[in-house]
């Protein structure tokens, strides 16, 4: 029996039998395609996280000549200073005081399309179109550029999981960078003179320790949210709601108790992580189970596998947002119990935005929609293969009547 080709159409198509061989039998080992080694056990995985041998020099390849070096490159004192600066705007007072309201209006707006039809394709008509509106408000872009907005991050992040390194990918990946950087520059100059209550005015007037952000550096920073932010939230949100549609009485509880939704969440992003690897290049010789990794060393770290691994988890293949390892009180900081996220200095700064756009979004959709089914009577599975969500969700319900919404004593 060999390891499992991360390039395969069957690891594409379902890589959790994958992962459970990876784990059992080649904790570590060299794929030659990828030319990096293979990690895929929680222990290893978070490890990798978090120690400094496990360098994100990686991403000089995959990200810094699309973006330069932005701060998930950054170690040390330079990551620190950085993250200082940059972190405060993305606090969970922060988020709610200046954002929440963007979250929610734009949840309501595109739900108001299709809540009286009994039927929606939730990934084109909702889903896809969800984060672009919010990234776009959170930047103060004008909603006419929503289209533009969604074209750029797609073709930022196919160029950052470009693996195989297909040219044409390549490609659009230099032209959105180059469309989007002057598109940013003159809006963070207008920020700077006549600020705002959007991201790029709260980056662009924040100081720390007589410390401010650069336009050079607030423009990396606002690509790398592209980058980051949009894509990898609509999987985040189009696999929780499709976990929970397959799950009618876990669907039942969190529609009857809606402080349930952040257990969902954190959940979900563990039993089906949106993002499934992330690489990082070793600084020295490091023990790992299964062996040692060589200095200078690339390494793929599949959080998709770690987050499924019973060496951690009880019953790691059952979605069960009861679980006992679920904390919601933890699940959207450095100190979760899972590594959709990442894990130590670079855990996602934009974990506690993600949770609040799809909290809202869910909410938003149970006010709206009762007695939900597939329209084919089959949940559709995730694609893709290191970023994974479905690709369409077809979906039947009972409009709710009018002035059904939410009630938070308790009832809908």
């Known amino acids: 029996m060999s390891p499992p080709d991360l390039f395969s159409p069957e690891f594409a198509r379902d890589p959790y039998p994958q992962y459970r061989l990876m784990r059992d039998e080649y904790p570590l080992y060299f794929h030659e395609g990828a030319r990096a080694y293979v990690l895929s056990r929680y222990q290893d995985v978070e490890s990798a996280l978090k120690n400094p041998i496990f360098t994100t020099r990686s991403y000089a390849r995959q990200i810094e000549p699309l973006l330069g070096r932005t701060i998930v490159q950054l170690d040390g004192k330079e990551h620190a200073a950085q993250r200082q600066l940059i972190g405060p705007s993305f606090h969970a007072g922060n988020i709610r005081e200046k954002f929440l309201g963007l979250?929610?209006?734009?949840?309501?707006?595109?739900?108001?399309?299709?809540?009286?039809?009994?039927?929606?394709?939730?990934?084109?008509?909702?889903?896809?179109?969800?984060?672009?509106?919010?990234?776009?408000g959170l930047?103060?872009?004008?909603?006419?550029?929503?289209?533009?907005?969604?074209?750029?991050?797609?073709?930022?992040?196919?160029?950052?999981?470009?693996?195989?390194?297909?040219?044409?990918?390549?490609?659009?990946?230099?032209?959105?960078?180059?469309?989007?950087?002057?598109?940013?520059?003159?809006?963070?100059?207008?920020?700077?003179?006549?600020?705002?209550?959007?991201?790029?005015?709260?980056?662009?007037?924040?100081?720390?320790?007589?410390?401010?952000?650069?336009?050079?550096?607030?423009?990396?920073?606002?690509m790398l949210m592209?980058?980051?932010?949009?894509?990898?939230?609509?999987?985040?949100?189009?696999?929780?709601?499709?976990?929970?549609?397959?799950?009618?009485?876990?669907?039942?509880?969190?529609?009857?108790?809606?402080?349930?939704?952040?257990?969902?969440?954190?959940?979900?992003?563990?039993?089906?992580?949106?993002?499934?690897m992330v690489p990082r290049r070793t600084s020295a010789e490091v023990g790992v189970s299964g062996g040692t990794i060589p200095a200078e060393s690339e390494v793929l770290c599949f959080l998709g596998s770690a987050n499924r691994d019973e060496r951690h988890y009880e019953r790691p293949d059952v979605f069960d947002i009861h679980r006992k390892e679920v904390d919601p009180a933890r699940a959207f900081t450095g100190a979760a119990n899972h590594l959709a996220f990442g894990a130590g200095r670079h855990f996602c700064l934009g974990a506690t935005l993600s949770k609040f756009e799809v909290q809202a979004a869910i909410q938003q959709l149970l006010d709206a929609m009762q007695d939900i089914r597939y329209a084919d009577g089959e949940a559709p599975p995730d694609v893709g293969l290191f970023l994974r969500g479905p690709k369409e969700m077809r979906l039947r319900f009972t409009p709710a009547p009018a002035g059904a919404a939410f009630d938070p004593g308790g009832t809908t």
């Open 226 to 276: 592209i980058f980051a932010g949009g894509e990898t939230t609509e999987k985040t949100l189009a696999t929780c709601f499709r976990n929970l549609v397959s799950h009618p009485e876990q669907l039942a509880a969190v529609r009857a108790d809606r402080s349930l939704i952040e257990r969902a969440i954190a959940e979900s992003i563990r039993y089906t992580a949106p993002t499934h």
């Open 139 to 222: 930047l103060g872009l004008p909603p006419a550029e929503k289209g533009r907005f969604r074209a750029w991050y797609t073709s930022l992040l196919r160029f950052g999981l470009n693996l195989i390194g297909d040219p044409e990918v390549t490609r659009a990946g230099f032209q959105a960078r180059g469309e989007l950087d002057a598109y940013l520059r003159p809006l963070i100059r207008e920020r700077r003179a006549n600020p705002g209550d959007d991201l790029l005015s709260m980056l662009a007037g924040v100081e720390v320790d007589g410390q401010r952000l650069g336009d050079d550096e607030i423009c990396r920073f606002g």
């Open 103 to 136: 979250i929610e209006g734009t949840a309501r707006t595109l739900i108001d399309g299709f809540r009286e039809r009994g039927e929606v394709e939730l990934i084109d008509e909702f889903v896809a179109a969800f984060p672009v509106g919010i990234l776009a």
